[in-house]
């Protein structure tokens, strides 16, 4: 089976940086769609941002011009860059990927703003 692991994760103060990294395999991953998305508490898991097998992207727009999405075919990984992170963005990050109707999530990685 697929298996993506997220990492990347932590403790970062309001305005500061993440960047987050989703590692695919046992996919040909080149045609999946990616996708980030997050659970905060008490909270339904929403979309963040996904980007196509073609580079196409498209943001949450909680987090558009703050965050950007991008794919390293050769690596068979998928990255999240947060800039400006605020404390709302406080969730588990799940990484995602798709391709027609099958869907293959990571366990998370859990990012925390704070002061």
């Known amino acids: 089976q697929v298996q993506l692991v997220e990492s990347g994760g932590g403790l970062v103060q309001p305005g500061g940086s993440l960047r987050l990294s989703c590692a695919a395999s046992?996919?040909?991953?080149?045609?999946?769609?990616m996708g980030w998305y997050r659970q905060a508490p008490g909270k339904q898991r929403e979309l963040v941002a996904t980007?196509?097998?073609?580079?196409?992207?498209n943001y949450a727009n909680s987090v558009k011009g703050r965050f950007t999405i991008s794919r390293d075919n050769a690596r068979n990984t998928a990255y999240l860059q947060m800039n400006s992170l605020k404390l709302e963005d406080t969730a588990v990050y799940y990484c995602?990927?798709?391709?027609?109707?099958?869907?293959?999530w990571g366990q998370g990685t859990q990012v925390t703003v704070s002061s």
């Open positions: 995602n990927a798709r391709f027609w109707g099958s869907n293959d």
């Open positions: 980007v196509t097998p073609g580079g196409s992207t």
């Open positions: 046992g996919v040909s991953f080149s045609i999946y769609t």
